[in-house]
């Protein structure tokens, strides 16, 4: 069975602080998929970032960076210079790609408030 | 580039009511269409996709329903509303020529409150 675990329920910082959101994952397939994506007040799911299971090189995309680490099942997170409108809830995903597997496992998501 | 909507966006229901929210997707064709709901305070939960017209499979047995009556239309309905389908529905869609491991995308949602 497949699980992502986001310990952090909720974290506040001060706007231009760094944050780092935690992900870690579950899964007995060889071949997978991680996600993040932003849900900010509106509702609506933002996709930030896929990664396969075969490529852990870090990504860095503007202020957001993310850190793969098979060794330690962990997909992180980081938000640097926080701004304002970084304040949503972020959830990390799995997707394995066992036959017939369509489903999304999603963390319980971190609410982030960036404080100005 | 593709768009996906739903609506309605709110909707507010008496108990046992009946319930049928839409979703449509623009810009691509043959896409995998899914149904997932998220509970206040909880993660989101596939209940239903499609990887063509016709063809629904449902993850959780409940008393909702799904239909698929055009390759980008994805309809979500229940005959009698319970409180416990209070939630925010949210439609997504992703490339079948991909099989089950593209990227999906997210509609805007439905917020429905069961009274």
């Known amino acids: 069975a497949q699980k992502v675990t986001q310990a952090q329920t909720e974290i506040s910082v001060v706007e231009k602080e760094d944050v780092t959101l935690d992900c870690v994952y579950e899964t007995r397939d060889t071949t997978y998929y991680l996600f993040w994506y932003k849900q900010p007040p509106s509702g609506e799911l933002v996709f930030l970032i896929r990664?396969?299971?075969?490529?852990?090189q870090n990504e860095i995309s503007g202020r957001y960076s993310w850190n793969f680490q098979k060794s330690t099942s962990s997909f992180n997170f980081t938000i640097t210079a926080s701004q304002v409108v970084d304040s949503a809830v972020y959830f990390c995903?799995?997707?394995?790609?066992?036959?017939?597997?369509?489903?999304?496992?999603f963390g319980k998501g971190t609410k982030l408030s960036v404080i100005p | 580039s593709q768009t996906i909507h739903q609506w309605p966006a709110t909707l507010v229901q008496p108990v046992g009511s009946p319930l049928s929210l839409e979703c449509t997707v623009e810009g691509t064709s043959n896409p995998n269409l899914y149904w997932y709901r998220q509970a206040a305070g909880r993660g989101l939960q596939l209940l239903f996709y499609?990887?063509?017209?016709?063809?629904i499979s449902s993850e959780v047995p409940q008393n909702l329903s799904a239909s698929r009556p055009q390759d980008r239309q994805f309809i979500l309905s229940s005959k009698k509303l319970l409180l416990s389908d209070s939630g925010f529905y949210l439609c997504a869609w992703s490339v079948r020529a991909s099989g089950n491991t593209d990227t999906q995308y997210f509609g805007p949602g439905t917020r429905l409150t069961v009274l």
């Open positions: 499609s990887v063509g017209i016709g063809q």
């Open positions: 995903a799995l997707l394995t790609s066992g036959a017939g597997s369509y489903q999304l496992t």
């Open positions: 990664r396969n299971s075969f490529d852990e």
